[in-house]
Nanobody, 114 residues
């Protein structure tokens, strides 16, 4: 059974930083597409950053230069380092492994207040 458990969400002032973690079990992140999505209030879920199984990270334009996606294969964990947070980054952040029709975590709330 696949489980993805996110952690690290918090409420911070604008300009602050957070690191999100997604611990995976039952599936190897290193062998699959993995990414972070977010759902802002009143908006559809959108891709923020992704790491294809053997490729380079990709980012939505609005977070380039501020967010960094990475993974620790030994811990089977996906990370999202978020710096210079803006109020518009406020959202529930979800971990995904295997693509949109794959496996999802329940999400962790990030709030950046002005």
């Amino acid at each position: 059974q696949v489980q993805l458990v996110e952690s690290g969400g918090d409420s911070v002032p604008a300009g602050g930083s957070l690191r999100l973690s997604c611990a995976a079990s039952g599936i190897l992140i290193s062998r699959n597409y993995a990414g972070w999505y977010r759902q802002r209030p009143g908006k559809k879920r959108e891709l923020v950053a992704s790491v294809p199984g053997g490729g380079s990270p990709n980012y939505v334009d609005s977070v380039k230069g501020r967010f960094t996606v990475s993974r620790d294969d030994a811990k089977n964990t996906l990370y999202l380092q978020m710096n210079s947070l803006k109020p518009e980054d406020t959202a529930v952040y979800h971990c995904n492994v295997g693509g949109p029709f794959g496996n999802w975590g329940r999400g962790t709330l990030v709030t950046a207040s002005s």
